[in-house]
């Protein structure tokens, strides 16, 4: 179930750092022994902060952490620091709607379909929450079980519905990003059978957004000053969108996608990216890191650079302070978490152990399919348990990361907040930031009403601006949640009987539900299709 | 003049649950929201959406439409909303809105109203 009272989870794009609120170490641990059916209480945020986290996990990501950092280590060294960090906030500003909507799609909207492709992010959450069931031959039915579970929760259906009555600001990239994504599923899967699966269409999304070598390009590229840089990167996604909505060879390219993903690389003209352009943008991303190295200073700080590029790869899922207290009859140390009386592991006794204190993590592998359980005591690193598919270099870098972890951290924050503070760089990111937002209402505006006729999608998109579908719909805020709940149902099905069904777990006003099920369009935008007994929502 | 009236905050508001609540105060009080709490994630941080605290200046019709809104809530949606009394020196108290706290075998509405009446009303200003 998901928990309203809790704090906010995030990740952070630069370290790819992910905090899931409310995630509790010894309770998960605890389950993990035994993996009863029960319920995932962090599922659905689990599935929107590890979909960010999977995006910046990419080329596209790389690239704006490395002009993040880098701006962060010219301001140390009082080196100009603006051109860098306009890029980065340039494009990082313009994805971020298209992130939001992925994560968004990834919490209320993926489930396995009839492809034989799965997603990074239901991947890993049948790894870390799916029950010890058999599943016979469907082997993901755990996972849909689970998924079923998570969006038949009335508090899913609150937080979803909210999104509905956000006006559409280019500042708030919820719904903004959200209306984008859910629109261009309806009409990618119009054009491409097989993008009717929904764990499919968000996998090639964020491919064809993260995995572009050309935005690497673009952010990189020399230009005569950080206004042209942002043009540019501006000008590449407009032109990015515009050929993903001209649907040209869709089939065709997604089936090329599918394959190529499967022997794990990216063929990178399935994604409409030009293929010399992939070496291209490896190539500049390794000159930029080791574009200041002229000093012995700066070197280190390249090093450092070098080392949390690498590092982000790796996941914490969560972390906690131990005890090691030595065991009363054998020679082991238990592990023992304050507030808690039994221990969570045992640890055969050991010189290197024997400080009293240390961490336990747990740490996912960069692609996701492998789990690993960490004491780190020092310098110490040892494997209390792992499960999945965990290579022995990703389990170096893993080790490693916790060891570096909180030196790293500290340093990374403490450049972060001096970058964030300068004067100079907040000056000229408020002047370009202006020219970003304006273009953004360009790039978006037609996106989020792919689903308006042709006259109407201006009247529509300024309709939502002022208040959202909520104003769309007269104010009306049961028929609001009944919309929302549709899209939830069609998650697994869009029988309007199911609906009817699944609408009293999530206590949704019946008369407001049969309203949201004949709905006609709003200022000419199409928010239900209805035939028959079959109801999707487009929204 | 309003800067000594007793304000009621609200915590943990979806944005839909807020619009709601301005609609119904709006409606029978006038605009008494004064401040809408949306704290965004810095240094480039993204995440869940947050949810949204609000401030209402309080007059007696301001309470009977903040009665009538959770009256209205019959699926218990707003449960886990915290709300905290601001009195016009800036002392604070929060409270809960637990069902057994207001149920005296009146109407929802009634029952809640005088709950709120007693809660809220005690040192308010008369403004409305």
Known sequence: MTDKRRARSFVDPTTNMMVVANFQLVEYLEWLRGRPVTGSRVLANFLHEWTHRWCFSSIVGSALALLRMRAACREYQ?????DDYVRCMTASAILEPIAEGLALFAEFDTYPGESRWTSQTLMVSMLLFAPAVDGGSKSLLPLEWLLQAVRRDPLLLERK???????????????????SVRSLWYQ????????????????YLRSYFYDDPGMVICALDSYPSEVHAAEAIINHLRSRIRDLVSFDNLKEKVQRWIESAENGTIDVTSIGAKAENSDVALRMLEAALVADHDDENSMTLGAWMLMTLQERQICVIGSTAVQLKPHPAINRFNIVVEGFNEPVYTVVEDPTLNTGEGELTVAASPDGRGIVVLLCVGKSVTILS???DFNEEDLKLAKRLVVNRPISMSLYNEFREQLENSSVVATVWGFVEKQVTRAMKDLFAPLVTLNATEADWLKAFEALEK?????????????????AAIGLVNTFSTSAGIV??????????EDALERAMDLLPCCGLSLVVRKDESVVALV | MLGNMTQLRVDGLTALQLAELRDIITSTAGDYITTVDSPRLTGGRVGEPTLLSAVIMLAPSVISAIALWLAKDKKKRTKNLKYTKIGPNGSSESFEMEESSYDEGESTASALQAFLNRKLGDDRQAAG
């Open chain 1, 467 to 483: 208040e959202g579908i909520f104003g769309l719909l007269g104010h009306d805020g049961e028929l609001t949640r009944a919309l």
């Open chain 1, 188 to 203: 990618m899967a119009a054009a491409c059978t097989e993008l009717n699966d929904r764990d499919l269409f968000l996998s």
């Open chain 1, 500 to 509: 009817r069904v699944v609408g009293k777990f999530l206590d949704v006003d």
């Open chain 1, 161 to 179: 519905s909210g999104i509905y009555a956000l006006p559409l600001k280019m500042e708030n990239p919820y719904l903004l990003g959200y209306l």
């Open chain 1, 386 to 388: 792992s499960f999945g």
């Open chain 1, 78 to 82: 009082d080196r100009s620091a603006f």
